[in-house]
């Protein structure tokens, strides 16, 4: 997975263009309302691409770092959105270690990112970043392309997953809340099974 084959689909597709836009976010959001709202909620999104759930979060008032491996995505959501003491931006590939210095947070989101990583090391690496930036009694939603979904998404080969294995990845530090088998209909109309998969962490606050 590189940021020029990613750069190049934001470069020349406008957002209801891309397989993945999501016009709707309230799938996601209903798994946030589960969270209990805290005065200052940071959220980590790892792949943020241009997507309509961050202007929600905004609206939500939470501290966002918003991380994706393509600057052209970063770049027009910068334009969109414009700048506040509220994000951090990040361009990094989460197959690699995270930044030292990268915050902890309250709330991890991942909407169709950890799927694309195929070599057992990457995902590995994924799932330790997770662990080193949620703190504990922290949440983890993960919605990747289930186990029935398309075998492909832009172009690439996917990882798809059960619940099972998104379980047993995330170790023992995380309890299932919630999971849910969803159809999305991409723009195009196509049917995408994914699967919700909704963790808390254990541990002191």
């Given at each position: 997975?590189?940021?020029?084959?990613?750069?190049?689909?934001?470069?020349?597709?406008?957002?209801?263009?891309l397989g993945w836009?999501?016009?709707?976010?309230?799938?996601?959001?209903?798994?946030?309302?589960?969270?209990?709202?805290?005065?200052?909620?940071?959220?980590?999104?790892?792949?943020?691409?241009?997507?309509?759930?961050?202007?929600?979060?905004?609206?939500?008032?939470?501290?966002?770092?918003?991380?994706?491996?393509?600057?052209?995505?970063?770049?027009?959501?910068?334009?969109?959105?414009?700048?506040?003491?509220?994000?951090?931006?990040?361009?990094?590939?989460?197959?690699?270690?995270?930044?030292?210095?990268?915050?902890?947070?309250?709330?991890?989101?991942?909407?169709?990112?950890?799927?694309?990583?195929?070599?057992?090391?990457?995902?590995?690496?994924?799932?330790?970043?997770?662990?080193?930036?949620?703190?504990?009694?922290?949440?983890?939603?993960?919605?990747?392309?289930?186990?029935?979904?398309?075998?492909?998404?832009?172009?690439?080969e996917l990882h798809?997953?059960?619940?099972?294995?998104?379980?047993?990845?995330?170790?023992?530090?995380?309890?299932?809340?919630?999971?849910?088998?969803?159809?999305?209909?991409?723009?195009?109309?196509?049917?995408?099974?994914?699967?919700?998969?909704?963790?808390?962490?254990?541990?002191?606050?």
């Open positions: 997975m590189t940021n020029q084959h990613w750069d190049a689909i934001f470069s020349t597709k406008a957002d209801p263009e836009y999501e016009s709707d976010t309230s799938q996601t959001l209903k798994f946030l309302d589960l969270i209990p709202q805290n005065e200052r909620t940071s959220v980590f999104l790892p792949g943020a691409g241009t997507s309509l759930l961050v202007d929600e979060l905004l609206a939500r008032e939470y501290e966002l770092i918003l991380n994706d491996i393509s600057d052209e995505a970063l770049n027009r959501l910068k334009r969109r959105i414009g700048n506040s003491e509220r994000l951090q931006w990040l361009h990094h590939d989460m197959s690699k270690p995270l930044p030292d210095d990268t915050p902890q947070v309250d709330v991890w989101i991942d909407r169709a990112v950890l799927h694309f990583l195929l070599e057992e090391a990457d995902i590995q690496n994924y799932f330790d970043n997770l662990r080193s930036s949620v703190r504990p009694r922290g949440y983890v939603l993960l919605a990747e392309f289930s186990t029935i979904g398309a075998p492909k998404c832009a172009g690439l798809r997953y059960s619940v099972e294995e998104i379980t047993e990845r995330m170790g023992k530090d995380f309890e299932l809340i919630k999971y849910e088998d969803y159809t999305f209909i991409n723009p195009l109309g196509d049917p995408r099974p994914y699967i919700y998969a909704f963790y808390q962490r254990n541990g002191q606050p």
